[in-house]
């Protein structure tokens, strides 16, 4: 059987048909068993739901080694082996369902199903193309849908990403802005700083202007008082 899922060996997608694969894989063995204990009609519906099981199996293996081509060429020798391992499970299922299928052909229809193709051998081949003819157009319609599913999934991601852009956009139209008044905020701070700067100069100015007039005016005083008691 085929090895545990590994999600970090490929992409999404193609874990998300493996693991679907699996649950399909899983239904068929079940079916299988079963028949061998069935008869009548039950027996032959259980044997066409296991042909469709299969069917969709194989779609999904289909998909699935589509998907192969946009995995990453370091992973993909790990998800070949995964993929082979399931081609060769479906291949065993189905060897053991049309082995099954043949027994009832040959119980129902004895020697002619081998010995007679003018007869019943032609009438069973007729009805088992039919059958593949029937199974290929529900094969055919459930790829489509799947592939409406894929294009849908496309459109939504699509959608996302150019989101992602738009405000991948804006937030850059932000930074830009908040660069643009920081560089305007650090010219007003460096205007700011000249004009404490300026004011200080003129403070220290003004101090010693003070002072000098102040020590002119004491030197008057004393000069007068002198002049007095001379």
Not at 56 to 62: M, N, P, Y
Not at 92 to 104: E, M, N, P, V
């Amino acid at each position: 059987m085929s090895n545990p899922l590994d999600t970090d060996a490929g992409s999404e997608l193609f874990s998300t048909y493996e693991a679907e694969l699996k649950l399909v894989e899983a239904d068929v063995n079940q079916k299988l068993d079963q028949i061998p204990e069935l008869t009548g009609e039950e027996r032959k519906a259980a044997i066409r739901g296991a042909e469709r099981a299969l069917d969709e199996a194989k779609e999904l293996l289909d998909q699935m080694n589509l998907e192969k081509s946009n995995i990453p060429t370091s992973a993909r020798s790990k998800v070949n082996s995964r993929f082979r391992n399931h081609h060769s499970d479906i291949d065993t299922l189905t060897r053991k369902l049309k082995s099954l299928a043949d027994s009832d052909r040959k119980q129902l229809f004895g020697d002619r199903y081998t010995d007679d193709p003018e007869g019943g051998g032609s009438r069973d081949l007729q009805l088992e193309q039919r059958q593949q003819l029937l199974s290929g157009t529900e094969r055919l319609g459930r790829s489509s849908d799947r592939l409406r599913e894929s294009q849908r999934v496309a459109l939504e991601t699509e959608q996302i990403g150019a989101s992602t852009l738009a405000d991948l956009h804006q937030q850059r139209n932000v930074i830009e802005h908040t660069h643009t008044n920081l560089l305007q905020s650090e010219g007003y701070v460096d205007r700011s700083v000249k004009t404490l700067r300026g004011m200080a100069r003129r403070m220290a100015t003004n101090r010693m202007i003070t002072i000098a007039i102040i020590t002119v005016l004491v030197l008057l005083i004393i000069g007068v008082i002198y002049s007095k008691f001379r």
